[in-house]
């Protein structure tokens, strides 16, 4: 049993040695490149973790005090686990997780992260939207959902090309394309069924919208109220973003309005921890696209930009310590290296070439195999002014290469 104290009010939490009987102890559900770093920031406050997934030997497993190996979306193996382990904080990292037993969980008294019902929305597309759009009357873009290929023709037809499909379930941009014909739509169809997870044929068709800009707003709710890192542009190719920097100019009006609908949404959606918030920045003002109740793979340009990257921020709101500040410190950006086939067996060269740049870090993710199109590291770069650090973090990403071994 964990010690408390009162302290002006709320409850203080006295933490115990990590594999003590009284340590905190945080269980990953999903353990990716950006749970590695939760995990990191976690056991820098004295929590003790545990990594779970889908497949061994995933990055965060390298580093967590032990891990699980298991099918997230099987809603028996998952209480198995969680009763076995009996976490004080169940944080899911990824959208594919049986999210009806993690609402079953919290009622029994286990806290997920932020909420299971902010896990059980966002998990898919069309239960965010629907919040979104619906029901808190934030800007969108328009769309429809289909469940059958001639549903898709219709609402192609009412929504007009080009015009984007996406699997109502996916991650990393998987499943997702722009139509632009009607002699395209049963390939998107087809593309959409094979990258959607969990099984879930729906999809989501948005109209196209024609935008300046897309931003990640990292929103951070914990003790200390909402606070907002510096907006951070990105780029994304298929769905999935190739590269990104921080701060990203926002006139004080679209920085307003981005604010106001990051609090709509975050607010919503409850509890406490970093949310990831995309928006468009359009001519006729800013639109809400989709929000992730975890660290942003945008983010990970924090780690150079700011004093507390979006992973210390994720944790310490986990943990119930205040926020009283977010500082940016410098520009910067970060530019990923993405495989380009599967492979068993593969190594990265170019380091010391990478690291030979100026204010350049790199994180290799260790992931246990190649996929196509799978990030397998991120350059990150810190400069004077945002172009010159895009330009550096490109560079030494570029200098990493992808080597298939036999």
């Known amino acids: ?215 990640t707003l990292l929103t951070v709710r914990s003790v200390s109220g909402t606070s907002y890192c510096a907006p951070i542009g990105h780029v994304q190719k298929d769905g999935d973003y190739i590269e990104s920097w921080q701060p990203h100019g926002l006139t004080d009006a679209e920085r307003e309005q981005a604010e106001s609908i990051a609090h709509l949404i975050t607010e919503s959606l409850g509890g406490y921890g970093i949310y990831g918030v995309e928006l468009f920045l359009t001519k006729d003002g800013v639109l809400f696209s989709e929000v992730s109740p975890r660290p942003h793979d945008t983010g990970m340009v924090t780690m150079v930009t700011q004093d507390l990257s979006e992973f210390a921020l994720h944790v310490r709101a986990i943990l119930g310590y205040p926020i009283p500040t977010i500082r940016l410190l410098t520009p910067g950006a970060s530019h990923t290296l993405k495989a380009d086939r599967e492979h068993h067996h593969y190594s990265i060269s170019g380091v010391e070439q990478a690291l030979s740049y100026p204010n350049t870090q790199v994180r290799l993710f260790g992931k246990p195999e190649t996929k196509q199109g799978r990030r397998m590291a991120v350059a990150l770069s810190s400069a004077i002014d945002v172009d010159t650090a895009r330009d550096t973090a490109r560079q030494a990403a570029e200098s990493l290469r992808i080597e298939y071994n036999d």
């Open 1 to 215: 049993m964990k010690e408390t104290n009162v302290i002006g009010g709320s409850i203080a939490v006295k933490n115990g040695s990590p594999l003590s009987p009284s340590a905190r102890r945080m269980l990953l559900l999903g353990s990716g490149e950006l749970g590695k770093e939760v995990v990191l920031e976690a056991q820098r406050l004295g929590v003790e973790t545990i990594a779970v997934d889908r497949y061994a030997n995933a990055p965060a497993m390298h580093v967590a005090h032990r891990s699980h190996v298991i099918d997230m979306l099987d809603g028996q193996a998952l209480r198995a686990i969680i009763e076995q382990e009996k976490p004080d904080y169940i944080v899911p990292e990824i959208e594919a997780i049986a999210t009806d037993t993690l609402i079953e969980l919290e009622e029994e008294g286990y806290r997920v992260v932020p909420t299971a019902r902010a896990a059980r929305l966002t998990m898919d597309r069309e239960g965010i939207r629907r919040l979104a759009a619906e029901t808190l009357g934030l800007p969108t873009a328009p769309y429809r959902f289909a469940d059958t290929l001639e549903e898709l023709k219709a609402a192609v037809e009412e929504l007009g090309t080009p015009c984007v499909i996406k699997p109502i379930m996916s991650s990393s941009g998987k499943g997702q394309s722009v139509c632009r014909s009607e002699a395209e739509i049963e390939a998107c169809w087809e593309y959409a069924m094979e990258g959607g997870r969990a099984k879930k044929q729906r999809i989501i068709v948005e109209g196209f919208v024609t935008f300046e800009s897309e931003i």
